[in-house]
Every structure is written in C-alpha cells, then in structure tokens.
C-alpha cells in the first residue's frame, strides 16, 4: 500500500481546485491512501460558505467514483440544521466509509464563528482493509488528549492549513506524533504562499520524507516496521 500526501495550492475557484485534486488522485497508483490538505476544495470561504457547502455535495459524487481503489481523505465544508462544519470525509470503494468534524477549531482565525465544533467523542480509529486509521484535524493536533484517544492507529492522518509563522511546530508535533504512537503520519498541508507546506510522510521510526517543493509526496507503507517498534521498544502500544 502506498501513503500519499498532496501539497497543493487552494485558488477561490473551487472547480479548479477539484480539477487539480482529480488530477492528482489519478496520478497517484492504486491501493493507496491520499490525504488532501485542510478544506482543499474551497479554503476558509467564510463569504462563501453556502457555496461551498453545495460545492462539497457536488464534489462528493466524483470522490466516491476515484475511491474505486484508492482511499480518499479530504476535510470539506457542510452544513446541517443551519450549523457549518470542517468534516473530514474518508472514501473508500465508493462510498463514505468515515467522517469526523474538526472538534478544537482555531480562535486566532476566528473559525470559532463560522464553523461549529465537532464532538471529541466521535473521534476514533478505524480499520480500513486490517489497517487502523484515525485523523487529528489541523490545531486538534496540539491537544494532547486527542492524541490518546488515536493511540494505537497503525496510519494517523494530520490534514492541515497550518501557517508559515509556525512551520517548526507543525513539523515538530506531526514528527512527534510518529514517534510516541509508532506509527506512519501522513501530513498534508497547505501549499499556499503563507502556508507552512511541510506535507509529509513520517514513519514510526521518525523518519520523514518532505518536499515543500512537490505536489505528491509518497512512501510505500510497511505493517512490518510498526510490529517491529512496538515489539523492541514496548510502550504498552497495541
């Protein structure tokens, strides 16, 4: 299985932005996992949350036909009872198989008042063909009781618009998030100009593969490794 994060750039035209997701998908080999970045299709559209929220519907038609063999993770804009929500859609043999909206929204960028919280208990891990997958949204992955609630996910995704001014941290936590829970961190973050960009593949050694400069960052996913750092250095992982 192969572990693709996509650094890409978001444009206020949405059918582009699908445009340039769809061609990366289908670059991309089957049997794998892609992570896009946070809110890829149409960003933060605070003035435009109506249409984003009709675009994500349109959008996930066409997700559900490219997961035909391959998995999809993407957060989108929706909306129910009146309430917008950042939720992470994860496709997979056509179908929704997940979604988890961002529960710790980020007060500095005033998501707060557009966007509702999610529920914290509806985070979980998953099992995706015998692979236990959980996702951290953006800033949730500065809390460190979310982090227990994933532990023991085999591939942990980490979708992100995280800002250029704290780089360091977003590649400091998702490296360390690897790390503690020894397992593959799959982080895709905005490629924007005042993004942070370092998308990358970090594996439950610690070893990261980054590109701020690629648009598909890629490594091949090995169980074998996780059984191997868990057994060697027990944490009381399982």
């Given amino acids: 299985m192969n572990l693709i994060s996509l650094q890409l750039k ?14 990366n998908i289908l670059k991309s080999p089957e049997n ?12 933060y559209s605070y003035n435009r949350l109506n249409e984003a929220v009709n675009f994500t519907k349109k959008s ?24 917008y929500y950042n939720t992470l859609h994860i496709f997979h043999k056509n179908k929704i198989i997940y979604t988890q909206s961002k529960a710790r929204l980020f007060v500095l960028g005033n998501e707060q008042i557009y ?25 949730e992955l500065r809390f460190i009781d979310l982090w227990k609630k994933i532990q023991g ?13 704290r780089k360091a941290h977003y590649e400091s936590l998702t490296k ?8 593959y961190v799959i982080a895709s973050d905005s490629a924007n100009k005042n993004m942070a960009k370092s998308s990358a593949i970090i594996s439950p050694f610690g070893k990261v593969k980054m590109d701020d400069k690629r648009k598909i960052i890629s490594s091949f996913y090995d169980k074998k490794m996780i059984k191997k750092m868990r057994r060697y250095l027990n944490t009381d992982i399982k």
């Fill in 10 to 23: 978001t444009s206020s035209n949405f059918e582009k932005n699908f445009q340039r997701l769809e061609k």
């Fill in 32 to 43: 794998s996992i892609i992570l896009a970045p946070e809110l890829y299709l149409t960003g």
């Fill in 60 to 83: 996930i038609k066409f997700l559900k036909e490219l997961s035909h063999h391959k998995t999809i993770a993407i957060t989108m804009t929706t909306q129910n009872e009146n309430k």
């Fill in 115 to 139: 966007f509702t919280a999610g529920n914290t208990e509806k985070i979980k891990i998953i099992n995706i063909n015998g692979t236990k997958v959980a996702t951290i949204i953006c800033f």
């Fill in 153 to 165: 996910a085999d591939i942990i995704l980490v979708p992100a618009m995280w800002g250029k001014l």
């Fill in 176 to 183: 360390t998030l690897a790390i503690v829970n020894q397992c």
